[in-house]
């Protein structure tokens, strides 16, 4: 594709429920970011995949947060057991070497 | 380790005049620079970058940062603002010793009518 993609758009869960959010990088990008961005707040680093290595998680808040990602493919970022402080938007972005191409987000909201 | 910081979380500045939003970063090793936009609801953007080579780089509608080895700085500027430039602007470094993008906290410039 043309550039980074998310889904879905929006999500709206229940406190408690488990969610999926996924991320279709630029095709031959070999990094792939997640980040979190409360309402009015900065970027909140995630989680980093480059390549084969080894992903640094060392951004995920809680171990209810997960992310996965095959190759240079497809990532998912999975938080079980919602809670209200999820609630935020959540960005992929990937790259080949240094420039980041953002996704435009899901926003996720915990009722 | 890499980081960046914006020391200033919100610039308020009136209709044409000067602004500088600053940035401070630290690196044991050599760095790009980069500084992305977000318009309200809208997604990250990127507004210009420092790869090498000349150390004041310009971006899109009007900005330019100046890249300052000594300072470890990479502060935006833009000689007169337009209200179409309110905004926030994140500062981020990459560094090829960690092969990783890190963002400073963001600056949100209010531009007063």
């Known amino acids: 594709g043309a550039g980074v993609s998310q889904s879905p758009s929006n999500k709206v869960t229940e406190k408690g429920k488990d969610v999926e959010l996924r991320c279709d990088p630029i095709?031959?990008?070999?990094?792939l970011y997640w980040y979190r961005q409360r309402l009015g707040q900065g970027l909140e680093f995630l989680i980093y995949?480059?390549?084969?290595?080894?992903?640094?998680k060392s951004g995920l808040p809680s171990d209810r947060f997960s992310a996965e990602r095959t190759g240079e493919s497809v990532s998912t970022l999975t938080i079980q057991r919602t809670q209200q402080e999820d609630s935020a938007v959540y960005l992929c972005?990937?790259?080949?070497?240094?420039?980041?191409?953002f996704g435009p987000g899901t926003r996720l909201t915990v009722l | 380790a890499q980081s960046v910081t914006q020391l200033d979380s919100q610039v308020p500045v009136f209709e044409e005049a000067p602004v500088e939003l600053r940035c401070n970063y630290s690196?044991?090793?050599?760095?790009?620079l980069f500084w992305y936009v977000q318009y309200p609801n809208q997604g990250l953007q990127l507004l210009l970058k420092?790869?090498?080579?000349?150390?004041l780089v310009k971006g899109i509608n009007g900005f330019e940062a100046e890249f300052n080895k000594s300072q470890t700085s990479f502060h935006l500027r833009k000689p007169s603002v337009h209200i179409s430039d309110t905004a926030e602007y994140f500062c981020?470094?990459?560094?090829?010793?960690?092969?990783?993008?890190?963002f400073g906290t963001g600056t949100k410039l209010q531009v007063i009518p």
């Open positions: 972005a990937s790259s080949s070497h240094n420039e980041q191409f």
């Open positions: 981020a470094v990459y560094s090829g010793g960690y092969q990783k993008v890190t």
């Open positions: 690196s044991s090793v050599s760095v790009y």
């Open positions: 095709s031959g990008h070999t990094a």
């Open positions: 420092y790869l090498s080579g000349s150390t």
């Open positions: 995949f480059q390549g084969n290595s080894a992903p640094d």
